[in-house]
């Protein structure tokens, strides 16, 4: 570590009390071959030439030379034109390349029609199809609004099939849940058209959770298996419901199933619904439920 009275060099001080260069500045050393920055420094003041870093000056300029106007007396041919590639355009940002995809959850919940050949089906068997909004999909709409299950007004029917099955006509479709961008089908409908109207009514399985049940009666059928499996409830008392109830043939039929469906009659229709999408062995399933049902509520009519 220096002191301040080390002489580095950088103390030499002028004999009359000034400072001065050191000597390895100044050029006083005796080996005159080893340039220094005084000699730099000093050699452009005392030969009169500015000294530039090297490349700092531009090139001379030069004039162009000049041109004959005479041209060649045979000049030769031109090769002839080649038709050239056109040029691919220019590679746009990567979110442009290619079309922007769904996320996931819309692709799984999208709505995409028929998957597992219903409409297929009902076209083998002579049925028509419709979107479910044409205007005799109309009454649909007031059917799906009084179901036994729990649906809001951004539901509705789609993929509506129409035809005959065990000798009734009868109306299939989804019941669609769209809002927005979601569409996803929450249940499969099947339904009897009425030439009259009857009495509310609802038969559902014993293990569903029941709503809006307040104002109905409860109807027993007086057979102990049924009633803790089946739960029938009427808005009135009329002969059609307790014939419903006496009818050992629905209750047959509904005791061999695995109680997923519900049935109810609303807007001029006595319908069944499950919580699945529409599918060939499923419309055969209400077709033969549905048949029974009706002629034990109608009569045979």
């Known amino acids: 570590m220096s002191e301040p009275r080390d002489r580095d060099g950088f103390d030499e001080r002028d004999p009359e009390g000034g400072w001065r260069e050191p000597p390895h500045l100044r050029g006083d050393d005796d080996d005159v071959d080893r340039p220094n920055i005084a000699d730099r420094r000093r ?4 030969e009169g030439e500015s000294w530039t870093p090297p490349g700092w000056d531009l090139p001379a300029h030069q004039r162009d030379a000049s041109v004959d106007p005479t041209p060649d007396a045979d000049p030769e041919p031109l090769p002839p034109p080649v038709d050239e590639p056109a040029a ?3 590679p746009g940002p990567p ?10 959850v819309s692709e799984v919940f999208a709505y995409q029609g028929d998957l597992v050949g219903a409409q297929a089906w009902a076209v083998q068997n002579g049925w028509t ?33 129409r035809g005959r099955a065990d000798a009734l006509d009868m109306v299939a479709f989804d019941v669609l849940y769209a809002s927005g961008r979601t569409v ?11 030439l009259a109207p009857i009495p509310y009514f609802r038969l559902s399985p014993a293990r569903f959770w029941k709503h809006r049940t307040g104002g109905l ?3 027993e059928t007086g057979d102990p298996a049924f009633d ?7 808005a009135e008392d009329w002969p059609g419901v307790r014939a419903l109830a006496a009818d050992a043939s629905v209750r047959g039929l509904l005791l ?12 001029g229709h006595v319908a069944a619904i499950r919580p699945d999408g529409h599918r060939p062995l499923l419309i055969e399933h209400h077709a033969r439920l549905l048949t029974a049902v009706v002629r034990a509520v109608t009569g045979g009519r």
């Open 43 to 46: 050699a452009p003041r005392e």
């Open 88 to 90: 691919a355009p220019p």
């Open 95 to 104: 979110w442009a390349a290619a079309p922007r995809r769904p996320g996931v």
């Open 129 to 161: 199809i419709s979107d479910g909004t044409a205007p005799q999909d109309a009454p649909l709409r007031d059917l799906i609004a009084a179901a036994p299950v729990r649906l809001s007004k951004d539901h509705r029917p789609a993929g509506v099939m």
């Open 184 to 194: 996803v089908p929450e249940y499969a409908v099947t339904a009897v058209p009425l």
């Open 217 to 219: 009666i409860p109807v």
């Open 228 to 234: 803790s499996r089946w739960v029938l409830y009427t």
């Open 256 to 267: 061999n199933t695995d109680d997923g469906d519900e049935f109810w009659a609303a807007a």
